[in-house]
């Protein structure tokens, strides 16, 4: 899932975006720069394959919106393992 590639930042900053902040609110949100908020925002973009803010907050809404930043529970083996057993 393309979400998975995201670091822990560029998720925070894609949650605010689908919120409606700014990227100066964002900044100020996460103690940093509007410029660093940025470079976030078009590392998340090429990683998730959207071209604008528009799209960025699409693409949280329609993978759950306010459940999106939750981290997703992750079986201790593959299916495929278990199916062995």
Same mark, same amino acid.
């Given at each position: ?42 590392? $998340? ?15 949280? $809404? ?16 593959? $299916?495929?393992?278990?199916? $062995?057993?």
């Amino acid at each position: 899932m393309p979400r998975e590639r995201l670091t822990p930042k560029e998720i925070q900053v894609a949650d605010f975006v689908w919120q409606g902040f700014t990227n100066r609110e964002i900044g100020k949100l996460l103690g940093t720069t509007e410029q660093v908020i940025k470079n976030h925002l078009r590392s $998340a973009f090429d990683k998730l394959g959207v071209w604008s803010r528009l799209e960025l907050a699409m693409y949280v $809404a329609s993978h759950g919106g306010k459940s999106w930043r939750e981290e997703p529970i992750r079986p201790l083996y593959p $299916a495929s393992r278990e199916a $062995a057993s």
